[in-house]
């Protein structure tokens, strides 16, 4: 999937997560993650990230979390709604979104 | 039979809740998709209920999703994720016509196929919301063997009537509470009571459950967590109402046994009715 323009999901409530994505015009992915937990949970919050994004095949673009505590399906929620958001998709496919 | 007291509303695009609501334990939890989550959200929650759908933790809870309207450009949409995040139960908003259950069962057979469901294992709940609905409960609570529960909705149901919520009898909700839950019965199937809003204000909640309870209903759509445990404690029969429960079985046993069509306890005589009043006593005090 491509990231073609910026787009934003999620909020910064508790227990949520804010993600934003762009395209890269150095056709690479960079990924950061901000957290309050960071210390204790970043490694796993990589991990979601990493696998979701694996799985939307995106494979060049900016990512920005912004983590407030979100579990690991709330993660995985926002990052596919925002990457979907970011390609212009509204189809579901579920072998990438399961 | 499965006790459905307590409907959860969760909005379906607040984390924090959705993570959070089997904590209060209700008997259902309805993960919303519909008013709760404004239009520019819905993508967003919709992919939040899916997985939070999966979550371990709503194991052993009913879990319901109410979709928009198929009228809508979200309701399918909605239906799909409800039907592949294997929801036991789909509540359709504003039903108005045994019609509006008939399309929705078509598309969630199609969808069971697709996804490799059983067909007929997603169940469906009517919310009913206005005139029109109060008018077909019956024709829509027989609608498909899909239907487990009607719902009266009273807000825009009052709107319709071109009245407002009252606080007390509630005389504007009287016509529509009895023929909901009459429409329920005669279709057996459970009936839940209308939504309480203000949810600071327990002493009119309560109210409102005594009056569901006493009329019959099964339980009521709740709009907060704290809801939940007042309205279980409500339902929950009284020490002397289990105790009474429970001679009336023994003693319909001991005249089964001894070949007698009716015995009396206290001077009072034992039927069918009173008999199975006793066990719904009984269920009810094994849930609470």
């Known amino acids: 999937m491509k990231i073609v323009k910026e787009a934003i999901a999620g909020t910064l409530e508790s227990s949520d997560l804010l993600v934003k994505v762009a395209p890269s015009s150095a056709r690479t992915l960079d990924v950061t993650i901000r957290s309050e937990v960071i210390k204790q949970f970043g490694k796993q919050i990589r991990r979601v990230v990493t696998e979701t994004l694996n799985k939307l095949e995106v494979s060049e673009g900016t990512v920005v979390i912004e983590d407030k505590g979100a579990l690991d399906y709330a993660v995985q929620a926002r990052v596919q709604a925002a990457v979907l958001r970011g390609a212009n998709s509204e189809e579901l496919n579920w072998e990438q979104l399961s | ?288």
Not at chain 2, 219 to 233: C, D, F, T
């Open chain 2, 1 to 288: 039979m499965k006790a459905r007291r307590s409907m959860l509303f969760v909005p379906g695009d607040n984390p924090a809740m959705l993570s959070t609501a089997f904590v209060y334990k209700p008997d259902s939890v309805m993960f919303d998709l519909e008013d709760a989550v404004s239009p520019r959200e819905k993508d967003s929650a919709r992919l939040l209920v899916f997985h939070a759908l999966s979550l371990a933790a709503y194991k052993d809870i009913e879990r319901v999703v109410r979709i928009n309207r198929l009228d809508s450009e979200y309701g399918l949409k909605d239906l799909a994720v409800a039907v592949k995040g294997r929801a036991h139960v789909v509540r359709l908003p504003k039903t108005d016509s045994a019609e509006d259950i008939r399309e929705l069962e078509a598309h969630i057979t199609r969808l069971e196929k697709e996804y490799g469901r059983p067909t007929g294992e997603t169940k469906l709940i009517a919310a009913i919301e206005s005139a029109s609905g109060v008018v077909n409960a019956l024709t829509i609570a027989t609608a498909s063997p899909r239907m487990i529960a009607i719902a009266l909705a009273g807000f825009d149901y009052l709107v319709d009537m071109q009245t407002r919520r009252s606080s007390g009898s509630e005389p504007e909700l009287f016509y529509a509470r009895a023929a909901v839950l009459h429409s329920a019965r005669a279709a057996r199937i459970d009936a839940f009571d209308v939504a309480y809003g203000d949810v600071n204000d327990d002493e009119g909640f309560l109210r409102e459950v005594q009056i569901a309870k006493q009329l019959g209903f099964n339980g009521k759509s709740l709009v907060h967590p704290r809801q939940v445990e007042l309205l279980h404690r409500a339902y929950a029969p009284t020490q002397t109402e289990l105790e009474r429960a429970k001679r009336v079985i023994a003693a319909a046993e001991a005249a089964h046994r001894n070949g007698l069509g009716v015995v009396s306890l206290d001077g009072k005589m034992i039927d069918p009715p009173v008999i199975h009043e006793a066990e719904l006593v009984l269920s009810r005090g094994q849930v609470a």
